[in-house]
């Protein structure tokens, strides 16, 4: 059974709790410059990045249990209701009971906020893809390959 596109991965509580963790991996700038990362909306990010990446559900949805767990044994609102030492002290928890959820969890979360036209803008960049204006390219000498292209064909068997 496929998932529709419009249902969402996340429940409410789940949404929730995943943009305040999104905000603990990168938190809103001192002078408000820049967003965190769960401030920007990165939850959907990450879910759509799930719906083309099957694979992530299971570990986020994991992840996100676990959180859950360990934020409800410390305020019963759950982690976005924590304070900002108690959701540190969670996600240091989580850290040694979930490996493979951070490793990825920061890199889709990395991916996602800088490529935000908002981040990239702040950032004092143009929103748009860095190739191939304003950029020179050296021609590329394919004499270089002349060596292989000598070579006899070679396969595997």
Do not use: W
Request: charged share 25%; aromatic share 8%.
């Amino acid at each position: 059974m496929s998932e529709d596109a419009s249902d969402p991965c996340f429940s409410d509580d789940e949404e929730r709790a995943l943009s305040a963790v999104l905000d603990e991996i990168i938190p809103p700038s001192s002078d408000g410059r820049l967003p965190g990362a769960g401030e920007l909306g990165l939850a959907h990010y990450i879910e759509q990045t799930q719906r083309r990446n099957p694979d992530l559900t299971p570990m986020i949805k994991q992840g996100l249990a676990a959180i859950d767990d360990l934020a409800c044994s410390r305020s019963p609102q759950g982690f976005s209701a924590l304070s900002k030492q108690d959701r540190l002290e969670v996600l240091n928890d989580l850290r040694s009971t979930q490996p493979g959820f951070f490793p990825s969890l920061i890199f889709h979360t990395y991916v996602g906020y800088y490529q935000n036209t908002r981040v990239v803008e702040a950032l004092g960049l143009e929103p748009r893809p860095p190739f191939p204006k304003g950029y020179e390219m050296e021609a590329n000498d394919l004499t270089l390959l002349d060596g292989v292209r000598q070579r006899p064909k070679l396969y595997r068997a």
